[in-house]
Structures are given as structure tokens and as C-alpha cells.
């Protein structure tokens, strides 16, 4: 079993003494790692160097320099894509096909974000336009912020990490980066990667610890200018309260809707939205939560959603053809199943799953639910999904608006004077015609409105958000 720690200027805390954390594979419980625990001592030691490195060496350091040691993390991730792949898959449960499509996407975050390093530009300002102001120039640079913290949760432990530390990085911040402590072995392995390119130590530095202990000293300390934070609900409001002055990005959770209306290709729409439910067991946040489906067109859509859910591989998620593994935990797929027991006892069918054998859960089919059940107003986070029918554009924009959440949503229909009406008034982040909710591309702007987020990522829009407006005017003597 291979033992990992925090990593502080360069040097790993590995001495005993520590608390040990064990990292188990959700789906047979085999340890794969024994974690030496960072306390709030390193996590100080970690801010203090960080911001000592972003003063004396990252302010030092060109963007050709930066946007070098982020194309040659890519390169040594696509040599060591398997490597990673597998880590995920065992640390998370995620099936190795998605743990793969993982590594893939993170090694495009790191192209996106070495390419964008060397794009931060600025603006001149027509200063003649205000009365007065002629006679004298006016421009702003983006300026790095300084000491960026990192949180980041277990469900896409290195792409979601990446989507931080590769803007900060491209902008010129240093980082405190604290990944999910149940996931924090490709985060390692990660930032191991980031030292091999050529990245200076302190840098990036690495403290794992629980969210108690170091992740929110982190959010409260003076000396970091930024918190980017990916989770929970829960957490992300903690995070708003205690962050004080800082500049604050938090991506949180959802129940996104996807709308089938009557003239959708119904088979495209029932085989993506399979995926779009049940992949990586649900715990994804734009996974597909409430399906809205016209009346004329819903037993069909039903009847075909149910045979190729039932269809599904589960098992062993480091097995090439598994669709379907654990949750992250024991406590989760529990949790879970009692949101199905709930939802019966209160009127709704299970058409198709609903069982759960330790930390596996069934892909669930859900109908006759209401719109104040657990598994409909919260984020599920776990394969179930519920199928609802509707009348009218108006009745699916309606209730697919009725929620806290607004991340993502998919519409399918081949009209797209509908597609457009119907995406103009949804209440979200962002909206795909034709394509599931859970789609995403790293190079677009992705976050939520309502209580999915605030800010955006998406590594352009992360790097903006990663840097300071700074203003130089000059009044210019006339002669
Ligand atoms: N919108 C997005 O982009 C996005 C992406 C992935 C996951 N998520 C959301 O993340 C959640 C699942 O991930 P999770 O279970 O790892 O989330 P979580 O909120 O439990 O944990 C996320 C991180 O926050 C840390 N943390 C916990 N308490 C903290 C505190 N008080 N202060 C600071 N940090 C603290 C954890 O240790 C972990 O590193 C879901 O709600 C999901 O929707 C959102
Ligand atoms: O879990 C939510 C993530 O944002 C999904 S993705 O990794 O961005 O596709």
C-alpha cells in the first residue's frame, strides 16, 4: 500500500506522528493508500510559503515560462494516462471507460491553460471621452492575485483540481490546494506531475486534509486572495460566510432537468440520457435528475429508457466493459436508497432498479413522483433518475425552473424556434439543445445561477477570474 502526504515547498510530510487516513477502493474496500494527515500547523506553513513564492519567484517568472511547465504537465499526463486512469478508478470507483475520458479532458484543461497564459491582455480606455479627459492615457493590465486555495471534491478528483490550478497557475498565482481527502491520490500524484515539468516547489503545495481541519483555515486565512471551491451546498454557503475579502468562485450541486419534447429523436435522447443519468453512478453535478417528457411521446420514451437502463454492466469498475460501480461510500448508497424508500411510501414507482447491495445502487427509473420529494427538490447525486410527463412548452419551462439549482439543462427537440424560446427562459448556467445536461467541454463558460454557484470556470474564464483589474492613467504634458 503505497503511503502519500501533504507536500509543502517541495518536501512530503510523511513523519509519524501524524494521523493516518486510509483510502479505500469504494467497490471491494481494498486500502490503496495510507494518507499522513496535514494539521492546521502545515496548513499555515503552506499559505506562508505560498505567498512568499508568489512575491519573490512567481512575480518573476514570464508567461512563456508558465504556459512551457503547463504543456509539459499535458505531455507527461498523456504518457502516464493509464497510470492515472487506473488511481481514479480505484480511489473513486469511477469506471475505468469514464476515468479515461477524465485523464483525456484534463490533459486538454492543461492545453487550454498553457495557451491562455500567454493571452492575459488588458484594455485601453478612450479617456477623451469623459469631459475633461483629454491629454491624458489611460489603460488596465490583469495583474495575478496572489495566493489562490483550492478545494475540490472527490467525484472528478483531477480534472475539477486542474480546472483550478491550471488558471492559476497560467495567471501567475501560486496555490494552496486541498483536494477531497477520499480522493487524494491522483491529486498527488497531480502535483507530483506539476514538480517533474519543471514547476518550482511552493508553487502548488499540497495539503490533504478534512474539510474541518485544513479546508477551512484556508477559507479564513488573510494571506490567500482567492478561494476556488467545487462541492457541496453545505460547504459552498460556509465558504461564502467565513471567505471575508477574498474573491470567491463556488460550483456546487444541481437536479438538472432535460426536456423531451414530441418531435425529439427519441432514441438519441434515451440512449444519451442513460449515460446522462446513470454515469459515474449519478454523482456527477449536471447529471440527468428530472426528465420532462411530452404526454404523446412519454410511454415510448419510457419503455425504450427502461430496456436500455436494464442492459447496463455493473460491477468492478476497473473492468473494461463496467457501466455501473460503487457510490464513493457505504453511507452514500444507504442515503440514497432511503430517498427511493421515501419517494414510495409517498405514491412513486420504481420501474426499474431500486436496490442496493453495499455501496453499488441499481441504475433507478422513478415515476409518479412529486415535486416536493427528496429525489425531485435535492440533488440526488446517485443513479436516479425520475421521468415526468408535461402538456405544454410552458408547463416543462415552468417546472424545470421550480427548483434552488440552475447549473445545466438539455432540451431535445428538432424545432428550434422552440429551442430557443425554451432555452432563453430556462433558469440556468448553461443549456444544450439536443445534447444531455451532464455534457460538458472544458473551454466554455460553466457555473451556476441560484444556489449552484457564483462565478464561472471554463479555463478562459477562470484565468480572467484568477487575476485583478489594475488601471495606469498618465496626464501628458502638452508642450
Ligand atoms: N458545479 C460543479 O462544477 C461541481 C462539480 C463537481 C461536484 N460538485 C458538487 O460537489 C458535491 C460532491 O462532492 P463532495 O462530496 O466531495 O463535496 P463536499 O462539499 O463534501 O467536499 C468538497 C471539498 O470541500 C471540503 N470541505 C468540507 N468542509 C469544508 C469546510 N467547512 N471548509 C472548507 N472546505 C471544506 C472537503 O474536504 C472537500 O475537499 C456535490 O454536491 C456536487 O454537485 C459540483
Ligand atoms: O460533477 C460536476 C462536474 O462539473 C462535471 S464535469 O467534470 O465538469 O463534467
Given at each position: 500500500m503505497v503511503k502519500i502526504g501533504s507536500i509543502i515547498n517541495g518536501r512530503e510530510r510523511l513523519d509519524e506522528g501524524r494521523e493516518t487516513l486510509d483510502v479505500l477502493n469504494p467497490y471491494n474496500q481494498e486500502k490503496i493508500a495510507g494518507v499522513k494527515l496535514a494539521t492546521k500547523s502545515d496548513l499555515n506553513e503552506a499559505i506562508e510559503n505560498s505567498y512568499e513564492k508568489f512575491h519573490h519567484d512567481m512575480k518573476a517568472m514570464p508567461a512563456h515560462e508558465r504556459a512551457d511547465i503547463l504543456r509539459k504537465t499535458a505531455d507527461l499526463l498523456i504518457e502516464r494516462s493509464e497510470e492515472f486512469a487506473e488511481v481514479i478508478s480505484k480511489e473513486a470507483g469511477k469506471p475505468i471507460k469514464y476515468s479515461r475520458g477524465e485523464v483525456e479532458r484534463a490533459m486538454q484543461v492543461l492545453r487550454f491553460a498553457s495557451e491562455g497564459a500567454k493571452h492575459i491582455t488588458g484594455e485601453v480606455i478612450p479617456m477623451d471621452a469623459a469631459i475633461g479627459g483629454q491629454h491624458r492615457m489611460g489603460f488596465v493590465k490583469r495583474e495575478p492575485l496572489g495566493v489562490v486555495g483550492a478545494i475540490t471534491p472527490f467525484n472528478f478528483p483531477l480534472n475539477l483540481s486542474l480546472h483550478k490550478l491550471a488558471p492559476a497557475i497560467a495567471a501567475g498565482n501560486t496555490v494552496v490546494f486541498k483536494p477531497a481527502e477520499k480522493t487524494p491520490v491522483s491529486a498527488y500524484m497531480l502535483v507530483k506531475l506539476f514538480e517533474e515539468a519543471?514547476?518550482?516547489?511552493?508553487?502548488i503545495n499540497l495539503v490533504i486534509g478534512s474539510g474541518e481541519e485544513v479546508g477551512a483555515p484556508l477559507v479564513e486565512h488573510d494571506k490567500v486572495h482567492k478561494i476556488s471551491f467545487t462541492g457541496s451546498l453545505p460547504v459552498g454557503k460556509n465558504i461564502m460566510e467565513n471567505a471575508g475579502f477574498k474573491k470567491v468562485t463556488l460550483e456546487l450541486g444541481s437536479n438538472s432537468p432535460n426536456i423531451v419534447f414530441n418531435d425529439a429523436d427519441l432514441e438519441q435522447a434515451t440512449t444519451e440520457l442513460v449515460k446522462g443519468a446513470f454515469a459515474f453512478s449519478g454523482q456527477v453535478c449536471i447529471s440527468a435528475q428530472r426528465i420532462y417528457v411530452q404526454n404523446d411521446v412519454y410511454d415510448e420514451f419510457l419503455s425504450n429508457y427502461v430496456q436500455k437502463t436494464e442492459v447496463l454492466q455493473i460491477g468492478d469498475p476497473i473492468k473494461e466493459d463496467t457501466d455501473i460501480g460503487p457510490m464513493i461510500n457505504e453511507d452514500e448508497a444507504k442515503r440514497a436508497k432511503q430517498w427511493i424508500d421515501d419517494a414510495v411510501q409517498n405514491g412513486a414507482e420504481v420501474k426499474v432498479g431500486g436496490e442496493r447491495e453495499s455501496t453499488i445502487l441499481m441504475p433507478t427509473i422513478m415515476t409518479n413522483v412529486k415535486k416536493n420529494m427528496k429525489i425531485i427538490a435535492e440533488e440526488v447525486f446517485a443513479p436516479i433518475v425520475s421521468v415526468i410527463p408535461f402538456h405544454t412548452e410552458e408547463e416543462a419551462v415552468q417546472r424545470s425552473n421550480d427548483s434552488i439549482y440552475g447549473l445545466q439543462a438539455g432540451v431535445f427537440t428538432k424545432d428550434i424556434n422552440r429551442a430557443m424560446r425554451v432555452a432563453d427562459r430556462l433558469e440556468m448556467g448553461g443549456v444544450w439543445i439536443n445534447e444531455i445536461s451532464t455534457y460538458r467541454q472544458d473551454n466554455h463558460p460553466y457555473g451556476g445561477v441560484k444556489q449552484s454557484g457564483v462565478g464561472r470556470e471554463g479555463v478562459k474564464y477562470a484565468i480572467e477570474d484568477m487575476t485583478e483589474m489594475k488601471f495606469i492613467g498618465m496626464k501628458i504634458d502638452q508642450g
Open positions: 519543471g514547476l518550482p516547489a511552493g508553487f
